[in-house]
């Protein structure tokens, strides 16, 4: 049993840049029998930690030293809006929490999030309408801050039920299309199901390991790797995984030298990026791991973009890094795609990489 359903609950979870409550709610009672202790620091990123383990082929020596901290970062946040302004006609304007393609957000169902309850509501950029508008005025492509949302509701009751500093996400449901999976958000929910489904499948595996696993999932990723930052110095870890998804880029219209990752072709194995380049140590482990046990990997390099694994490698005295992904069609949308058996690969490998760490 593949566990979908977990990723389609974490996709469709609203969680913008510090409003990650609700996913790290549903993540601490999935992970409530997987840890030694769970905890949520002051950036609202949750703290998992598993103390080494005994297992069918392992036992653990008595008076050994301290063991290898190995850190999985998996940041909760997705990219979205908070209200900045609610005018006379109800009109709700935003400004965005992440990264955006404005070509992307034309007429985009979505979720206003607030105290009293979620809203419906529809994304557009003020303007004409195709009907009236001229050839130059359907040339222009928006920016952001031309975008509103129009929940259906009469002028009062916006002014009643939202305010400023209330969150939008995008509205869409999660789907299984063949080989592939999906959904809005799986930038970063990957990464959450796979820290959730590595250790669970180390666990049921029952070979135990020896090195301390700390999982942490983060907050505010999107907007400069902010929670990791924090988490990363209060865990002080030996080694740190960034987990993520990478650009795939197997589509039409781009050179095949510039798709980063193919899907199918399995997870991942992170090279470098604009924020970190990986221990070449590292990279060589992982390899080996995953020819070991027949995991189908690609070796990856983003051109520009960032991501967690920046923020254990650079903490306090710093630690050694790499970068597991999992290559997405169409990355920032509505429609981000990976092909399934990917996603195993990464799940597999990490749990493989945890039990192999003396």
Excluded at 23 to 36: G, H, M
Excluded at 157 to 179: F, I, Q, S, T, W
Excluded at 212 to 223: G, K, L, N, P, R
Excluded at 277 to 301: F, G, M, N, P
Aim: proline letters at 4%; glycine letters at 10%.
């Amino acid at each position: 049993m593949e566990n979908l359903d977990l990723l389609k609950r974490l996709c469709e979870t609203p969680g913008v840049p510090g409003r990650e409550e609700r996913v790290r709610a549903l993540i601490e009672r999935e992970v409530a029998s997987l840890f030694d202790s769970i905890e949520t620091d002051a950036m609202g990123s949750l703290i998992c930690r598993r103390s080494p383990r005994a297992g069918k082929k392992r036992k653990l020596a008595k008076g050994a030293g301290s063991p290898t901290r190995v850190m999985l970062l998996c940041h909760m946040d997705e990219i979205g809006f908070y209200v900045t302004a609610i005018d006379k006609n109800g009109f709700l304007w935003m400004n965005p929490a992440g990264g955006f393609d404005t070509r992307n957000l034309f007429s985009r169902r979505v979720t206003v999030v607030t105290d009293s309850g979620d809203l419906h509501g529809v994304m557009n950029p003020g303007g004409r309408p195709i009907h009236i508008s001229s050839p130059k005025d359907r040339e222009r492509v928006p920016e952001v801050k031309e975008f509103f949302v129009d929940t259906g509701l009469d002028a009062k009751d916006v002014h009643k039920k939202v305010k400023v500093g209330d969150y939008v996400v995008m509205n869409e449901p999660a789907l299984e299309m063949g080989a592939k999976f999906v959904s809005k958000a799986l930038d970063n929910r990957v990464a959450c199901w796979l820290g959730i489904e590595a250790v669970r499948k180390l666990e049921a595996s029952g070979s135990g390991h020896a090195c301390e696993v700390v999982v942490a999932f983060t907050t505010q990723e999107e907007v400069g790797l902010r929670g990791a930052k924090t988490a990363s110095h209060a865990v002080a870890p030996h080694i740190g995984i960034g987990i993520d998804v990478t650009l795939a880029c197997d589509t039409p219209g781009v050179p095949d030298e510039e798709s980063v990752t193919k899907h199918g072709k399995g997870f991942g194995l992170h090279i470098k990026d604009s924020s970190f380049i990986s221990d070449h140590r590292l990279v060589a482990d992982i390899e080996r791991v995953a020819k070991k046990h027949r995991i189908a990997y690609q070796r990856t390099i983003l051109a520009a973009g960032g991501q967690d694994g920046a923020a254990a490698q650079q903490a306090a005295a710093g630690a050694r890094a790499v970068g597991i992904t999992v290559g997405t069609r169409y990355i920032h949308t509505v429609t981000e795609m990976i092909d399934k058996k990917d996603l195993y690969a990464a799940r597999d490998v990490l749990a493989a990489y945890l039990g192999s760490v003396d």
